[in-house]
């Protein structure tokens, strides 16, 4: 076992539309494997399941897919979350430090945003659903779908992802060669359209 504040991973790749993305489990406790969590593709639906090992960690162990995406572009899905523990929130009904039990959601760069709810502990937990979630990214940034889990304790979080799309944006610069080219063939026309009459 690593000492505190060291973290382990493992690392896989799963293809989802043609599309590599990068799968990953973190563990602040060092430890990995068995029931920590994993990431799935399954018929078009992308599964992150939390870890679910009956014992508290000494910190927060995370199930992540992320892509980099080199094109400029748009990344449409609709997403579905659940969670078996009594609450999405934290213990007492704190509301105000977020989603402690399990946290689900994404992230465009450092930017986090949580789909699931801050809840009041005791509440059953509901399952989350939504999309299409639309996102607008410029060439270079980073797409991160996630599980969090800070206890591991009454059954694992799930995010499933489904109807994944990504939908290349020309850039400016490739533009304004169409463009270009449009003027050009129009002046062409033009040149003709003079020169026969």
């Not at 090992?53 to 199930?63: A, H, M, W």
């Not at 997403?79 to 977020?98: H, K, Q, R, V």
């Not at 992802?161 to 290349?168: A, E, G, Q, Y």
Request: proline share 4%; charged share 10%.
């Amino acid at each position: 076992m690593l000492a505190a504040g060291h973290f382990a991973a493992s690392a896989g790749v799963i293809n989802i539309s043609g599309l590599a993305w990068t799968t990953a489990t973190t563990s602040g406790d060092g430890t990995l494997g068995g029931l920590r969590g994993n990431a799935t593709l399954v018929g078009g639906t992308l599964t992150l399941v939390g870890p679910d090992t009956g014992s508290i960690p000494l910190s927060n162990t995370e199930v992540t897919v992320t892509r980099t995406f080199a094109q400029a572009g748009q990344l449409s899905f609709s997403y579905l979350g659940s969670t078996a523990d009594a609450s999405w929130a934290d213990l007492g009904g704190d509301t105000n430090d977020g989603n402690r039990f399990d946290k689900v959601g994404y992230r465009v760069d450092a930017f986090e945003t949580t789909l699931s709810p801050n809840d009041t502990f005791g509440v059953t937990a509901a399952p989350v659903s939504g999309g299409p979630v639309v996102l607008n990214l410029v060439a270079g940034q980073s797409v991160t779908f996630f599980v969090n889990s800070f206890d591991e304790l009454n059954g694992a979080a799930t995010l499933e992802i489904s109807n994944l799309t990504f939908t290349p944006v020309p850039e400016p610069a490739s533009l304004a060669v169409i463009a270009g080219a449009g003027l050009v063939g129009f002046a062409a026309w033009r040149r003709r359209s003079v020169s026969t009459r």
